[in-house]
């Protein structure tokens, strides 16, 4: 890594530290980040000149030095170090992966070592809903839905999959000619022609639950395009109700499973969702699948279908337990 690189996450960690232990000596400080006394002499100056917009007296940072030792009196809002969350750094690493086995990236080794920091760096993250331990690992299933993507592309054959499309709800048996495949938020999808719609469409890999390569070439028509994804693939229509969630920390996997529209970060772990949805019967099944931990805050409409679907399923339920004591 070049100087200019390593000295940045330096730069940025630099503050909190120094907040955490004021009047430290520059030594001291210097042999905690594995540089000479001179070269952390340097960040600090530097680090005066680093601040909020106006850049004037009361916006940069300022730091107060007593002979050899130093201490922030204005941290500029930088008094927590950078760090990533699990959902974060699994997300970073899956959409880091698949950028190596695209065709025409330049440095791969750079992009190796890059998921190697971040996977050892992962076990001191927060998880949320994600795989994190001994690295972070992209699901098995995922990882061989793309090797088989990769190879109908290469070999120019078209595909069969049964497809589980989030927004209705639904499993459905396609055939799809390949186009590319492209990463949008972290996701990995196959851009084709889907027979059975006579369009275009995005099909995101994780929700692929079958998928065998054809003997037949694909053959997108000539009018094919590619979809437009510079603002996201969810469009939902602006006529679609709109739900507010709070998802408990174990359902935060909610936002990075389904399209949202707005996160909050919230006490304890918890986030806000705003989520556009077209069929209230499948909202409501998605919170009362998430056994208590997601609660509806508006509209008021799906908050008693909840309600209202809950108690009707605890009334069965008391009748199958009376029914089977019998």
Not at 14 to 37: E, K, M, S
Not at 49 to 66: A, E, H, R, T, V
Not at 156 to 173: F, H, K, L
Request: charged residues 30%; negative net charge.
């Amino acid at each position: 890594m070049s100087a200019a690189t390593d000295r940045m996450p330096r730069l940025l960690a630099l503050v909190p530290y120094l907040l955490a232990r004021p009047g430290i000596r520059i030594d001291q400080a210097a042999q905690d980040f594995d540089v000479t006394p001179k070269q952390l002499r340097k960040d600090l100056q530097l680090l005066w000149l680093c601040g909020l917009p106006g850049y004037g007296p009361g916006d940069l940072i300022d730091l107060s030095f007593d002979g050899d030792t130093v201490s922030v009196t204005f941290d500029a809002g930088m008094r927590r170090p950078l760090r990533l969350t699990g959902g974060e750094a699994s997300a970073l690493v899956i959409a880091l992966k698949a950028l190596a086995e695209t065709p025409g990236v330049v440095d791969t080794d750079a992009v190796g070592r890059a998921i190697a920091k971040i996977e050892a760096a992962a076990g001191a993250a927060e998880p949320a809903g994600v795989v994190v331990g001994n690295g972070v690992r992209e699901h098995e299933t995922t990882a061989r839905t793309r090797e088989i993507v990769r190879e109908a592309l290469q070999f120019g054959r078209a595909v069969r999959m049964r497809y589980y499309a989030a927004s209705n709800d639904r499993i459905t048996e396609r055939t799809v000619d390949p186009m590319r495949l492209l990463i949008v938020q972290a996701h990995s999808y196959l851009e084709g022609w889907c027979r059975r719609a006579e369009d275009v469409r995005l099909f995101r890999l994780d929700r692929i639950d079958e998928l065998d390569v054809l003997d037949e070439p694909a053959a997108p028509p000539p009018h094919a395009r590619h979809s437009d994804v510079s603002d996201g693939v969810f469009s939902a229509h602006e006529s679609y109700p709109e739900a507010d969630l709070v998802l408990e920390p174990d359902a935060r996997w909610v936002a990075e499973y389904y399209p949202c529209e707005e996160l909050a970060e919230l006490e304890g772990g918890r986030l806000r969702v705003r989520m556009r949805y077209g069929d209230e019967s499948w909202m409501v099944r998605l919170v009362l699948g998430l056994g208590g931990r997601a609660t509806v805050e508006r509209p008021g409409e799906l908050a008693v279908a909840v309600r209202r679907r809950a108690a009707a399923g605890l009334a069965r339920a008391r009748h199958l337990s009376i029914t089977g004591g019998q």
